[in-house]
């Protein structure tokens, strides 16, 4: 069942730049997997600060606590609300392709210069602006592929973009390994190098313009945009749920990014195996991504974003019994799949479900607002093992996150299917 906000603009296929309707053509397969690769960078940069976390507090002169730590944790996630809240803006007015490259360049250079920071103020102040760029980066790629793809396959691409993120995770602890031990861990950030020389370049031959620039189809100029639109009817109500479950969402997957190396060194495992434990989670999420485009495509991205919202919570739980290894791996597996899955189908639905005009703005707003989860989680991860409630008090606060997220996307599920038995054209 194909859900739609509005009766008035059917899904179609978006007019391209000269005005004709896609067809996913190899220019177009080359453009989503720039984005794509973008992606995967974006996911690096979001992951790396949980890889080099511990030697940051153990390794520097910098004075880190665990509270300071998550505070600066939280800074990457601060800068990532500001950007995607006006990057997804900005994309709607200007373009997704200048506002795709300049976050990229933003995100890049300022990822390169944390591993010159001299101290912890000025590697907080890089991770925010370093955030911006991220942040931005997530829903105008998301916006420029959606126009680039025929409709029927939107929802699919969307939730397949995202698997960008955890392989961009995994790619950290997989580096990290070796890396860290090797070069210390300023080389975890010059990786980002590679985005700036290689993907960026890519980036300038291969991503078109679209119409968002200029204006849409089938648009007529009495057609307001902006965020004032989204939250008013009859976009009001399904805008904030998506803005709530995307919080607990993004609480849940992030706090765990950021958290999971140092909770599991402080359950005892050394440096090697905590980071093997963060490459579980982040090969659940690519897992997750595949699953869930095909359960998404299969089933509808809400309901297929409710079981893998469960998954995760269930997942999570039971870390807290205190499990034999191999059972924890198959934990963070399934809280991979869920948290990350979970996020990609609520993008998914957000792209497929808003009309052209606002997919960038609705993307942005849903992402932006949704970065709080991110900015707390890692603080209340700290502030949790700084009370001295140990490594459990953080599995409990993400796994009641997961669960929230569930309910939430369930109030989603009946706000739209109300709306189509009424018979409403909009909901």
């Known amino acids: 069942m194909n859900h739609t906000f509005t ?6 296929p978006t007019a391209g730049p000269a005005g004709n309707a896609p067809r996913f053509s190899r220019g177009s397969a080359l453009a989503v997997m720039v984005c794509w690769l973008l992606v995967v960078f974006d996911g690096y940069d979001l992951i790396v600060y949980g890889t080099v976390q511990s030697s940051l507090i ?6 880190l606590t665990k509270v300071t730590a998550g505070t600066i944790g939280s800074m990457a996630f601060l800068g990532m609300m500001i950007g995607a809240i ?5 994309a709607d007015s200007w373009g997704r392709r200048r506002t795709i490259l300049g976050c990229a360049i933003v995100f890049s250079i300022f990822t390169i210069l944390c591993a010159l920071a001299p101290n912890a103020a000025v590697f907080g102040g890089l991770r925010l602006l370093a955030g911006i760029g991220l942040g931005g980066l997530v829903p105008s790629a998301n916006a420029l592929v959606a126009e680039l793809v025929p409709a029927k396959w939107r929802s699919t691409i969307a939730t397949l973009m995202m698997s960008g993120v955890p392989i961009g995770g995994s790619i ?6 070796p890396m860290i031990p090797a ?5 975890m950030f010059l990786v980002a190098a590679l985005a700036l020389v290689i993907v960026v370049p890519l980036g300038l031959k291969y991503l078109p313009e679209t119409l968002a620039a200029n204006e849409p189809a089938g648009r007529t100029s009495r057609e307001p945009v902006g965020f004032r639109t989204l939250l008013r009817a009859p976009y009001l109500g399904i805008s904030v749920l998506f803005a709530l479950a995307t919080i607990a969402t993004l609480f849940a997957w992030y706090g765990l990014g950021t958290w999971l190396p140092n909770l599991m060194q402080l359950a005892g495992y050394n440096l090697g195996s905590a980071l093997t434990f963060a490459l579980a989670l982040n090969l659940g999420a690519v897992a997750g991504s595949v699953i869930t485009a095909w359960a998404g495509t299969r089933f509808g991205p809400i309901p297929t974003a409710i079981a893998a919202a469960a998954v995760a919570a269930v997942g999570l739980s039971v870390l807290l019994a205190g499990p034999p290894v191999t059972v924890v791996y198959l934990a963070l597996v399934l809280a991979g799949v869920g948290t990350h899955g979970t996020q990609c189908l609520i993008i998914a639905a957000v792209a497929s479900h808003y009309p052209n005009h606002l997919r960038g703005t609705a993307l942005g707003w849903a992402l932006g607002t949704g970065r709080i989860g991110a900015v707390v989680a890692p603080q209340v991860g700290g502030l949790l093992l700084a009370a001295g409630l140990g490594v459990n008090s953080n599995f409990l606060a993400f796994a009641g996150a997961a669960a929230i997220a569930a309910v939430l996307l369930a109030a989603v599920g009946l706000k739209i299917t109300t709306k189509f038995s009424q018979g409403a054209s909009n909901v």
């Open 7 to 12: 009766a008035a603009e059917p899904q179609r």
């Open 58 to 63: 153990s390794e520097t002169d910098w004075g």
């Open 86 to 90: 006006f990057a997804g803006r900005m």
């Open 172 to 177: 950290a602890a997989l580096v990290g390994i």
């Open 183 to 187: 070069f210390g861990w300023q080389s």
